[in-house]
């Protein structure tokens, strides 16, 4: 069972400041949300990540809503380099000692010039 | 900066061969973990290491064995290829700090006829 939920995809225009959500309604009270990026023939890139507290950096700002069970990564004035699948992960951790990032599909993010 | 390297870049196998996918890090990172991406799915984990000598076994780990030699090298092992394996693989290194984040090779694209 996905234990995230995204749209496939989102549109944006270069400049504008986009919104994409992330839904993970069964989420514990231990499980980190992180978001990584990710371009054609690359692997993922790390993002930002967050607990319960929303989160800044020079690449994004989470918000965390106060249940925990949606997120939502909020891109700054996109430019085309912005471009790219967006996977919103949960990491489990497990009482011996398992641990997983669990993916999502990814919201598929255009940029028009 | 982090860096990991996979080997080789793209792979064509035949059913019943044998494959071996092979990474390297030089982050010195002690967790280092083995995805297979697929349309339609997200980033699925197929087997994890703490360290050389050591592997675990992730969601999805029939059909591969993995080898953890040394701090830097981290093998997936097909022992017999089938189609159902043709996907794209990446291979992680986790640093130390908490929570973990995950650096990820540019992967490794297997097509198994």
């Known amino acids: 069972d996905a234990k995230t939920t995204q749209p496939d995809s989102m549109e944006s225009t270069e400049g504008e400041t986009v919104h994409l959500p992330c839904s993970h309604a069964t989420i514990s009270g231990n499980e980190y949300i992180y978001w990584y990026r990710q371009v054609p023939l690359q692997g993922p890139e790390y993002v930002t990540h967050g607990l319960q507290q929303n989160t800044t950096n020079s690449m994004a700002f989470l918000a965390i809503a106060s249940d925990r069970k949606s997120s939502t990564l909020i891109l700054p004035h996109v430019s085309l380099r912005d471009a790219a699948v967006y996977h919103c992960i949960l990491r489990v951790f497990s009482n011996t000692g398992y641990q997983n990032f669990y993916f999502g599909k990814g919201t598929s993010l255009t940029v028009i010039p | 900066e982090a860096a990991v390297t996979q080997s080789p870049r793209n792979k064509v196998a035949v059913t019943g061969g044998k494959v071996t996918l092979s990474c390297n890090q030089t982050?010195?990172?002690?967790?280092m973990y083995w995805y297979r991406q697929d349309t339609g799915h997200g980033l699925r984990l197929i087997h994890y290491s703490y360290g050389a000598g050591s592997t675990e076994k992730g969601d999805i780990p029939d059909g591969y064995k993995a080898s953890r030699p040394s701090q830097e090298n981290f093998s997936l092992i097909l022992e017999l290829a089938t189609p159902s394996q043709t996907s794209v693989y990446f291979c992680?290194?986790?640093?130390?700090?908490?929570?973990?984040?995950?650096?990820f090779g540019h992967g490794t694209k297997l097509s198994v006829l």
């Open positions: 982050n010195n990172h002690n967790n």
């Open positions: 992680a290194s986790g640093d130390v700090g908490f929570p973990e984040r995950l650096f």
